[in-house]
Nanobody
Framework: QVQLVESGGGSVQAGGSLRLSCAAS????????MAWFRQAPGKEREGVAA????????YYADSVKGRFTISLDNAKSTLYLQMNSLKPEDTAMYYC??????????????????WGQGTQVTVSS
C-alpha cells in the first residue's frame, strides 16, 4: 500500500514560486510512475507533470512547460514539483499520484491507484 502526503502549497503573487513535496511510502516496491495533477473549482482534474521511474522520463502539460519541474529524490522517497513564474490560472488543488502500472498515458487518471489528500495553490494577480 502506497501512502502519499503532499505539502508546500500556499498563496503567492503572480510571478512567484512554490515547491510542492509529496512524501511517499513503499513506492519503490509497487509504483512505476508518479505524477502531479491539479483541479480548479468547476473544472476536471488535469495532469500537470509525471516522472517514470525506470527511464527517468518526464512529461509536462503544455501550460506548464518551461515553468514547472518534476523531480524525485529516491533517498527521501519524495516527489517534488518546482513551480516558477506562477500565473493566476495555476490556482488549483494539487494532487500527488502514483501508478503501479504503465498502462495508458501519463495523464490517464484511471491508472493512478494512489492519491494524496491535495495541497492548495493560490496565485493572485
Amino acid at each position: 500500500q502506497v501512502q502519499l502526503v503532499e505539502s508546500g502549497g500556499g498563496s503567492v503573487q503572480a510571478g512567484g514560486s512554490l515547491r510542492l513535496s509529496c512524501a511517499a511510502s513503499a513506492y519503490t516496491r509497487s509504483s512505476w510512475r508518479m505524477a502531479w495533477f491539479r483541479q480548479a473549482p468547476g473544472k476536471e482534474r488535469e495532469g500537470v507533470a509525471a516522472i517514470y521511474f525506470v527511464a527517468g522520463n518526464t512529461y509536462y502539460a503544455d501550460s506548464v512547460k518551461g515553468r514547472f519541474t518534476i523531480s524525485l529524490d529516491n533517498a527521501k522517497s519524495t516527489l517534488y514539483l518546482q513551480m516558477n513564474s506562477l500565473k493566476p490560472e495555476d490556482t488549483a488543488m494539487y494532487y500527488c499520484a502514483a501508478s503501479s502500472n504503465l498502462l495508458g498515458t501519463w495523464r490517464s487518471l484511471a491508472q493512478y491507484s494512489y492519491w494524496g489528500q491535495g495541497t492548495q495553490v493560490t496565485v493572485s494577480s
